[in-house]
């Protein structure tokens, strides 16, 4: 079997080649009689898109989402919305190369071993532009936490690492996300982010990142024992991104070091009228046996150093000869970068999902 | 919707309580025609079964499995196998205080916030017990992969650090798991975790802890782009263990460190009669695009100290009010140990269920 | 894959041979704080037990259920519910016949070419016994309705025709149906079926039937365009009941001979505090578009006659050689009267499963 | 949850509103390296769509197919194929009559009570427009289905009755269906049936249908117990096309009529290289147990008059008011006539889906 979709209940089938005409997603199973439009979409892909700093890649993609069905004079009529972005930057190109060595790192030799085919225009399907419609999906998934849940639930990532240079949480403030192009926390840390950054892209090479993802207001009671845990859904999701290596949520691997006194979350009775006790601190992560507790969602994820670099690793080609590859073009020295917006969705789309299953069996 | 089944095609579905009259699992979909019985299930329900040291709980479960249904003369007929275990240790006792009370890190009140009821003798079905039937599952997905793939396919696990005593990698010996009652590849460090097991449980603590998967001989192709990537899917797997906090493939959270040349898997022509590219090295864990290459998939985790302790901690009843919670009775002072048998049976269910959905789409 | 699951968010498993230790299902999603005990089930599973007159087999099961988890202190948990029926009438016998024979009509041989395997005592899988499950999972299905939506929500089946003896509409008398071993609810026709079967069983054949089920109090709403249809998804859970040849919503295929004009249900404005208009007729059979109006469900379906007859028929062995096959021992000569209450449950589960999708996307 | 997709392995999933920008749908599993390009799907359409007689709607549709995703250089790639049809003749009108108003019989009201709103354009997402979907996915399927089978594996559907004139069995002639526009198997009745639509369409009023698909050369072992049987699924597949009010499968509601040995398929030695015995008749329609024994599948079904009609009939409108409604514009008279492709691509995605299904469990 294949599987390009993902969710239960709000279900996300994605589909498109780097290089086609172009790719979508169908999204099945939004509750009706929501605003929905394109202008609720776009913004998020404008985010995500590539070229806006010298520390992405310039591929320029104007990505204008298109509705083709399931909204209705403005609002979603509960049938499935299929949303399209066209290809419009498929420079004409000889893929010569690409067609027949396999770029270490890259997905290449694995769908070949896989499918003994592949659409090797710009990775095809491997393309981290699949992404594009993760974040489309994820901000339709955004519009229907607001209208179900409530404007205070809030999912935000940020970067929180650029190879070993990591961020001060004392000086985290998701005010400056906004105003770096690297969905950096701490400003203080941004120079060197800067340089080292440029360094790497200099010397042809890539660095690897570390992003977090913090959902804010997320209703207890999410999540389904025990096969369909909100935590092992969280690290699906996050782990699917293309270049991710590693899932954390809560204390993470830090917990592996603790005594139990240290990992615990002590709980007070709860304040004003809220239903749920008062958490001390949140080693868990917003989960106790993969079910929300109304705290804070705390997922953190690790991506490897971009494969595409102008520095040869040794390989082969589809005859096994060996050859070297050196990858020119277009890419981003550091993939964390972009995936944070794509964090983000990815994370929307499972709470969404969680909370239409929870819906399910235990009522609104 | 409640999600108590695991994989798609090899799908395996548990039920029941800790405390309740048994437990059990469904296997939907076992290839027919395979050797199948007790005794290949029995040997590792024993592996995994408590008290069979002083550093694990002292609950003595026979466990004995039983086959009620779809195996004939010895061979499955390719209708679901239901796996039954009694549970004979059920201690009469009171629960009165486990019952009012939410222990911190526990799921009590999480079931209560999602179900407003739970079954809170022994955990429920919250407790680790449940995990019996995972190994149960795992071992039939072990026969599954001797004859569909061979005996030359392991799947392993071993503990890799308890607290801050991690062990030497270069002293790694297969050999040694078996030997002691930690599955430590590392005879060196025993002495030390021995020590530090003894402090911890003495103090009436717990301690954290990683443990690290690794399957060889798993055939090139396996993995579904783009949401049923064979790393998501066994973040997925591995999260979803109880006190799970973090989950890596390969290089991990490393890679997040590196430059793309020192992640870089270079690729020589293959030797022999393989089929497949010799790699010089395995950074990604065996996966590339979400597809396994051939090369030994590689997972670790990290597990989080066990909740139960014996200093108190705040918390509340369910009527809201403060108590504290001071956890008496038998409990392992360091659950990642009997978590490592756990985690090599959802990497055998995750690899058959891979290896069958492999097989509907692209041939056997 | 194999499929021994129904429904999705009402997830029934069941598992099983006829003449295994046990058979049993899993209910995976049944809403929690449901009142639920054996005595809700036992019930239904005695209206559908064999022996219990002259024109059932005479296999004489006790078929007591129990339930193994999912229920606790009289309530569910929202947790997987286990329910066990033990095997006790598996009489020694020699099954060389029927191990080397295909029984025409039987899924004898399809099993062989499918699985190359099969348990052929009693039929094993494939026989009728498996549907035990499905009545027991009727009967929490029936639990579920009645808390969720109501007592006023009905689901009761009839028998509407032996062989070419179909009853009377206009005579059509629930309360008849208690009180005769047929399920039929027009008293006048009882003689001629009871002498019909004993004629059919006396001649060693057996005789087709047609039934029908009627769900009343069924709320609108219920039912998922495009492919999961209520009307299609009910075809398939009656379809799926061992012996089913034909399905019919409504008006059925008599609405192929229909003009438009006749086929309509003219609405007219709700009465009292309805909130759905009143439909003059109900050829729909209470399903438009694929969802439910709150009009009655109307579902009927034919039954083949029993293949199993002691009347010689051409066969083959299991080498592909000639022979007769002439089935003697314990079998209903009208096995269409035994599968109403089956009929009744599949339709209990699937309005089930539906009530559950249709609040997870569109609230309760 | 909402349902749009069908199919476990060989999934499609439509989108799409009568009057929205496009219809189109996406295909998740289709084995790797088929020949597959427009060509291979437009016929099927061309064959389906409206306006080729004045038995047929008036609506003209170019329904220009188009491949978004999945093929390369002339095969499919194992990813999803995207298809899409634009909407090319929405004729501006005024829909104030229809989206005030319920339609008699049709999802008008249905859709209102589900979800609270409805896209009235020309039916929206419950207009019979969806179904060019199913042809473009049925027509993929026959790719698959002549790749992996071979070019003895045909499906072919015919209407086997208009209102009460039915066709003569022993007249059936295969190549009669191409050569008139009602897929027609018997030539005699032609003139009987053009002059009935001539009469019902003058009339102002609409009538029923029946029609037959046969699938010759499917393999055995399709089919999966004990929910997935092959025979459940094709009923779903056909009752859940618009219209459907019934669905049979060999000797269909007939064999509740029949005794035993009158329903009896007997077998004989296989002929020549065959590796199934010679059944001498086929009153199970190819299916045994829920498995196909490669005797040719047979199902049939009924389709309701076209809900539409000139002739005034009651209901209400939105408000709940009494209204008269009376159909204007372009409707076919008998829906069952155009039913014919639709329900010959259902089988054949059905099919498709089983054979991958069966692979998975027990091999290709």
Not at 55 to 81: C, H, M, N, W
Not at 233 to 258: C, R, T
Request: charge should be neutral.
């Amino acid at each position: 079997m294949s599987d390009n979709s993902f969710g239960r209940l709000f279900r996300v089938t994605t589909w498109g080649e780097s290089h086609g005409p172009a790719i979508g997603c169908v999204i099945d199973g939004c509750p009706p009689r929501l605003k929905l439009s394109e202008e609720d979409i776009q913004p998020w892909l404008d985010r995500r898109r590539p070229g806006q700093s010298r520390f992405t890649t310039q591929r320029r993609e104007a990505d204008r989402v298109k509705i083709l069905s399931g909204v209705f004079e403005g609002q979603t009529t509960g049938t499935p919305i299929s949303l399209l972005i066209e290809n419009t930057d498929q420079r004409s190109r000889d893929y010569g190369e690409i067609a027949q060595r396999y770029r270490p790192g890259h997905a290449d030799i694995a769908y070949d071993l896989k499918y003994g085919i592949r659409d090797y225009r710009g990775g095809g399907r491997s393309s981290a532009r699949e992404t594009a419609m993760r974040v489309a999906a994820g901000a339709v998934a955004r519009v229907v936490l607001r209208e179900l849940v409530g404007k205070h639930l809030t999912i935000r990532g940020a970067l929180t690492s650029i190879g070993s240079l990591s961020i001060e949480r004392e000086r985290w403030d998701w005010g400056e996300i906004e105003r770096n192009p690297f969905w950096c926390p701490d400003a203080e840390i941004l120079p060197q982010w800067s340089a080292e950054l440029d360094r790497v892209r200099k010397s042809g090479s890539s660095i690897g990142a570390t992003l977090e993802v913090v959902a804010e207001g997320v209703p207890a009671g999410l999540g389904e024992p025990v096969y369909g845990k909100l935590d092992a859904e969280l690290a699906s999701a996050l782990m699917g991104i293309n270049g991710a290596k590693g899932v954390e949520i809560g204390e993470g691997f830090h917990a592996a070091q603790l005594r139990g006194e240290d990992n615990a979350d002590p709980m007070y009775p709860a304040e004003g009228d809220a239903k749920v006790p008062t958490f001390a601190s949140n080693h868990a992560g917003g989960i106790l046996g993969g079910i929300s507790t109304s705290q804070p969602l705390v997922a953190r994820m690790a991506m490897k150093p971009t494969s595409s670099i102008l520095i040869p690793v040794p390989s082969v080609d589809r005859t096994g000869a060996p050859v070297e590859v050196q990858t020119k073009g277009r890419h981003d020295p550091c993939i964390g970068v972009r995936a944070v917006p794509v964090a983000e969705a990815m994370v929307a789309c499972t709470v969404v999902d969680h909370l239409l299953r929870h819906h399910a069996q235990c009522g609104w």
